[in-house]
């Protein structure tokens, strides 16, 4: 008999406060990463050191919820141990997966812990039904994240073309680049995500008042630049205004977030596996009330696909933390392409 | 050294492009890569009129290479991807993991610059499909690559991207229809009026990045020809020209100039600079930022 069918809600945890408020708040799975270059979120004072590891998982697990390791990044060839350390100690500690974007990593975690499930990254810039099947020969992935980047239509296709798993990024912050094919980070400040795990790095940001506003640069470059009365952003180098050919505006794309809730019975009907929250470096604040939404959202629509509406106050409450405070459903809406 | 002629970025009509390939059929350039790589919209161009340019090319001793698609998202763009990978004639260059997929114990193919490769194991792994030779990420560097090489499995070739802007990132949107307000969809094809691309500055004027439709590039042009010595030292067996609208074959006999040793890199540099649209980087390759330009590494002591 087929197990039953169920969305499963994936929430990003920073911290150990932040994953116990996303279990307690009602998270399927939480993922997390650890304390250096191994995941796509290298940030100061984030992350989970062995200790805080395990104590994750023994939390998660005692409330039935699962742990996923992401460990996300592209490996060099100096230092590779850092990542098969990694895979090893998730192995150890039980987690129910790990989100792998390497196929070097893959084979090594094949090959020496079979048990382990194994998901293949966002970053690993799957965006057809081949490249996951690729993944799913040689690897026996059983679960891909796909990229930010494709329309509704297009991932329904996708899905009938392939035995595993698929989990969509339903809400947070949004890569306007199919992700693992953006080198934009490195090429201004040497550091990206493909092989630092951050984009645009904190450490390489400049805020300057000047007489014609507030400046933020990155590494020198001027990403965007401020009149008193506007709200100002992380200057994000995709999300800066520039100029081309006279006009300055968001050449690429505005500070928004991204906000799939509507779309909540289009994939149930197609059967995605994993409903993913973006953001571990926000506050578990974020995570709690991110979380809490979600899960009442989901809840709501798995009894009634058919009357599901999205209630204005989750609309709301999500506002309350987004970045820019604005929504787009991004490419899940071909107009937005 | 062998020199490759990557493929045009951008969007050309008809007549520049078999114009353009007559052209490079008389330079000194070992290999080209032909087809449309960036967006699957671009039409003019269909697989058979690739193989003829492809057929010509090989006339005049070139070998021809057919790349596929970066960013490939529909049933439309896998069947464009099916029968690239079936072709009996050319070899392919697999730009995304469904591409390595078709290909993979079928017939030997390239690994593109897009597949994220970078390190040993995943270099072996890649090898062990069939892969003949492998282009380095953009955004790595000499030291980066100085391992991979050192345990590269035999037979395997090594290119690198060597001239012209980066291609530093793809998305499924379309900036070019963006700056045009227009949707994707009804993008009327206006980036066939930027044969190199719109510059995009930073609001104090400085050219910053290009838009190429889906893609997005850097607006300095990425030269590696000072530093020559450097790559040779490392073992690698081509260097990748990118096409820009003007001067392309020029750029191919400076290239040619330099490896073969009959001019310095600092006077083969100084002839480039009239026939580079912007000025140099190379940061990359040194590890450092990619927008940064290092001085030649035979003029000066690095750190």
């Known amino acids: 008999m087929q197990p039953e069918y169920k969305l499963e809600l994936v929430c990003p945890a920073g911290s150990l406060p932040a994953l116990k408020v996303a279990v307690d708040n009602g998270a399927d799975c939480v993922y997390l990463g650890f304390r250096d270059d191994t995941n796509a979120r290298n940030f100061t004072g984030l992350n989970f050191d062995a200790a805080n590891a395990r104590a994750g998982v023994e939390y998660a697990h005692a409330k039935g919820a699962k742990v996923f390791l992401a460990l996300n990044t592209y490996p060099k060839s100096h230092g590779s141990e850092r990542w098969t350390k990694a895979i090893d100690q998730a192995a150890d500690n039980g987690m129910d997966a790990i989100i792998l974007a390497d196929p070097g990593l893959m084979q090594y975690a094949m090959k020496t812990h079979p048990q382990l499930h194994l998901h293949l990254s966002v970053q690993g810039s799957a965006t057809n039904y081949e490249a996951i099947n690729f993944y799913h020969e040689h690897f026996g992935i059983c679960r891909a994240v796909l990229p930010r980047v494709l329309s509704f239509a297009q991932v329904e296709e996708l899905s009938a073309g392939t035995p595993v798993e698929l989990e969509l990024f339903g809400f947070g912050g949004l890569c306007v680049m199919v992700e693992g094919r953006c080198s934009l980070s490195s090429y201004v400040t040497g550091e990206s995500p493909n092989n630092c795990g951050v984009c645009s790095p904190p450490k390489a940001v400049r805020w300057q008042k000047t007489s014609q506003g507030l400046e933020s640069r990155l590494n020198g470059v001027l990403i965007d630049r401020y009149a008193d009365d506007e709200n100002t952003g992380y200057p994000t180098l995709c999300k800066g205004r520039f100029e081309v050919e006279g006009e300055t505006y968001y050449a690429m794309e505005e500070p928004t977030s991204l906000n799939t809730m509507e779309l909540l019975p289009e994939l149930l009907r197609i059967k995605v596996r994993g409903l993913k929250i973006e953001g571990r470096q926000r506050s578990p604040a974020y995570v709690g009330q991110v979380t809490r939404v979600w899960r009442e959202a989901i809840d709501q629509c798995m009894k009634n696909p058919e009357g599901f509406s999205v209630k204005p106050a989750w609309t709301a409450e999500l506002g309350k933390v987004s970045e820019g405070q604005q929504h787009t459903l991004g490419a899940y809406h071909r107009p937005w392409k | ?303």
């Open chain 2, 1 to 303: 050294m062998k020199i490759s002629l990557g493929p045009i970025l951008y969007y050309w009509t008809q007549e520049k492009l078999l114009e353009f390939y007559e052209e490079i059929a008389a330079t000194p350039v070992d290999i080209v890569y032909l087809g449309e790589t960036v967006c699957s919209r671009r039409h003019i161009m269909r697989l058979s009129d690739w193989l003829e340019i492809a057929r010509m090319l090989t006339a005049a001793g070139k070998t021809v290479v057919l790349s596929t698609l970066a960013l490939i998202e529909s049933e439309s763009d896998l069947k464009s991807l099916r029968r690239i990978a079936e072709n009996s004639d050319f070899m392919v260059e697999a730009n995304d993991m469904g591409a390595v997929h078709r290909l993979a114990g079928r017939m030997p193919f390239i690994a593109g610059p897009y597949l994220n490769i970078y390190n040993q194991q995943t270099l072996q792994f890649i090898a062990s499909l069939g892969a003949k030779r492998w282009v380095m990420p953009v955004e790595m560097s000499l030291e980066g690559l100085q391992p991979l090489q050192q345990s590269r499995p035999a037979g395997l070739e090594t290119e690198v991207f060597s001239y012209g802007r980066l291609p530093l990132a793809f998305s499924s949107r379309c900036f070019t229809a963006r700056f045009h307000n227009l949707p994707k969809d009804d993008c009327r094809f206006l980036c066939i009026d930027d044969p190199d691309g719109k510059t995009m500055r930073t609001r104090e004027g400085k050219p910053f990045l290009v838009i190429n439709g889906t893609q997005t590039q850097s607006a300095l042009m990425y030269n590696l020809l000072g530093d020559l010595d450097t790559l040779r030292d490392a073992g690698v067996d081509v260097m990748r020209i990118s096409p820009q609208a003007e001067h392309t074959a020029e750029i191919i006999r400076l290239f040619r100039d330099g490896i073969e040793q009959r001019t310095s890199p600092e006077t083969v540099m100084q002839q480039m600079e009239s026939v580079m649209p912007e000025a140099a980087c190379n940061g990359y390759w040194h590890g450092r930022p990619g927008m940064e330009q290092m001085f030649l590494a035979s003029a000066v002591q690095h750190e």
